[in-house]
């Protein structure tokens, strides 16, 4: 994990291992801080949390040159992979499972089981044992997931942002579907205490649902059975025959949805704009 070469959307790195700290007295000692590379948030709670996690992983062998005059050794850069929850109570990311990965200055690739997953999870990778450099590659999370069930996949914009608004585009691929938008908050100004410097982030927010904007809607033909219409503060809908009818947002949110054995269905919306309505396969479009 060398500085400048880390570029993985939606990742956090840190490089911040500091060697060979004198204090006021000049008595050397090592402050054991490590660099880092952690996942986003997942949420890892399928299979009861149990899950394989494969990567490969190369560090490097090197001397310690900041101190030659204690002869330091050379140092072997190994690593530690850890499963990270989210408590609640403690208001932060707490170590739930470690393993330590003995490496060598080749690729090595480490696979590991871990069992205790949340919904609030996330795979953290540490440099160890040296001021060199750890190397990742190849990082596999393998979890069973039963019929129905889905993971979330996250995409991390503007980290680092000043203003209290931000307009973001999506990429490719996600313009189409719902999502889930989600905050955090972080200190503006960087604590230092003694020698390290620390940088407070609030927890993510809860996830809000942001629903994709319908695009190529069209009106059902005239001669079509199903009907549309203002009545007061009411939609109504006929000619439904007992299909699913729903009522949306001209941005996609769903107001209401219903399914009747009558052939027609009322809505209340007390609200002006355009509304999006769905019988069965059909479509309408009208504004109140």
Not at 40 to 48: A, V
Not at 215 to 226: G, N, Q
């Given at each position: 994990m060398q500085a400048g070469y880390v570029a993985l959307d939606g990742w956090n790195y840190f490089y911040d291992v500091v060697k060979n700290v004198h204090d006021v007295d000049f008595v050397?000692?090592?402050?054991?801080?490590?660099?880092k590379l952690e996942t986003?948030?997942?949420?890892?709670?399928?299979?009861?949390g149990r899950m394989h996690v494969s990567v490969d992983l190369w560090?490097?062998?090197a001397e310690d040159?900041?101190?030659k005059e204690n002869n330091y050794p050379a140092y072997q850069v190994n690593a530690i992979v850890a499963l990270c929850n989210y408590d609640f109570t403690l208001g932060g990311y707490v170590e739930a499972e470690t393993k330590h990965c003995v490496l060598s200055e080749a690729w090595n690739t480490f696979t590991a089981d871990f069992t205790k997953g949340t919904e609030n999870s996330k795979i953290v990778i540490y440099a160890t044992d040296g001021p060199g450099f750890l190397f990742v590659d190849n990082l596999k999370l393998t979890q069973r997931y039963e019929k129905g069930e889905s993971l979330s996949r996250p995409v991390i914009f503007n980290p680092g942002l000043v203003q209290p608004k931000v307009d973001v585009t999506l990429p490719e691929g996600y313009q189409a579907n719902n999502y889930y938008q989600r905050a955090q908050a972080v200190s503006q100004r960087d604590v230092y205490?003694?020698?390290?410097?620390?940088?407070?982030?609030?927890?993510?927010?809860?996830?809000?649902e942001v629903y994709a904007a319908p695009?190529?809607?069209?009106?059902?033909?005239?001669?079509?059975?199903?009907k549309a219409s203002v009545e007061g503060d009411n939609i109504v809908v006929v000619g439904v025959a007992g299909e699913q009818v729903s009522l949306h947002t001209a941005s996609g949110a769903c107001v209401a949805t219903v399914k009747s054995a009558a052939n027609s269905v009322s809505f209340n919306a007390p609200a002006h704009g355009v509304y999006i309505v769905k019988v069965g396969t059909k479509t309408l479009k009208l504004t109140k």
């Open positions: 050397t000692y090592d402050i054991k801080k490590y660099a986003p948030e997942f949420d890892l709670s399928k299979d009861e560090g490097t062998y040159n900041l101190d205490l003694a020698t390290r410097q620390y940088t407070f982030y609030s927890r993510l927010s809860d996830p809000d695009t190529a809607i069209k009106d059902v033909t005239a001669d079509s059975a199903v």
